[in-house]
T-cell receptor, first 112, second 113 residues
Framework: KNQVEQSPQSLIILEGKNCTLQ??????????LRWYKQDTGRGPVSLTI?????NTKSNGRYTATLDADTKQSSLHITASQLSDSASYIC???????????FGKGTTLSVSS | NAGVTQTPKFRVLKTGQSMTLLCAQD?????MYWYRQDPGMGLRLIHY???????AKGEVPDGYNVSRLKKQNFLLGLESAAPSQTSVYFC????????????FGSGTRLTVV
């Protein structure tokens, strides 16, 4: 069964600290992996999209990595800010034209 | 550039009532989607459309109907609302089914009592 598992479920960090969120997937065949940020009461916003041939992609203080062999991805947030408090969702796409598989998300809280 | 606009933002329905959720996009995207988001679960696809006049079922289509009469609009209908349809509904659009980002609306919070 195609699944996307994220860990941890929730995370609390101090402002200015770094953190790493994990995503493991069993989707096969694999097309691409996306990370979204969802603020409370808002729709998800795309952070990165990586195909199987890409290992790393950055978007400002967000850096996503992908290991297609082990079917793992991570999202690293550098120098966290209060505005980083949100849910981060890992989404995997199989063959083109198939539905996206959404993870349940990691809820990040950044405190001052 | 408004992106994806959903109306209404909030709605309370009584069991058995009907309603239509409207999604409008101004990016000339071919693909449009309706998702529902429930606590502790990932977004689940209800219905989607690959172009004007086309619709297809997603993962959880029962109890919902959709229409795509115009390219920019995608309507989600509930003919007879049930408490199990209490959820947050998100519309999204994309240029294609390939490696293109989805643009999501801000959601409609629906409560069925």
């Amino acid at each position: 069964k195609n699944q996307v598992e994220q860990s941890p479920q929730s995370l609390i960090i101090l402002e200015g600290k770094n953190c790493t969120l994990q995503c493991n997937y069993t989707v096969s065949p694999f097309s691409n992996l996306r990370w979204y940020k969802q603020d409370t009461g808002r729709g998800p916003v795309s952070l990165t999209i990586m195909t199987f041939s890409e290992n790393t992609k950055s978007n400002g203080r967000y850096t996503a990595t992908l290991d297609a062999d082990t079917k793992q991805s991570s999202l690293h947030i550098t120098a966290s800010q209060l505005s980083d408090s949100a849910s981060y969702i890992c989404v995997v796409s199989g063959q083109a034209g198939t539905a996206l598989i959404f993870g349940k998300g990691t809820t990040l809280s950044v405190s001052s | 550039n408004a992106g994806v606009t959903q109306t209404p933002k909030f709605r309370v329905l009584k069991t058995g009532q009907s309603m239509t959720l409207l999604c409008a996009q101004d990016m000339n995207h071919e693909y449009m989607y309706w998702y529902r988001q429930d606590p502790g679960m990932g977004l689940r696809l209800i219905h989607y459309s690959v172009g004007e006049g086309t619709t297809a079922k997603g993962e959880v289509p029962d109890g919902y109907n959709v229409s795509r009469l115009k390219k920019q609009n995608f309507l989600l209908g509930l003919e007879s609302a049930a408490p199990s349809q209490t959820s947050v509904y998100f519309c999204a659009s994309s240029y294609s089914a390939g490696v293109h980002g989805y643009t999501f609306g801000s959601g409609t919070r629906l409560t069925v009592v």
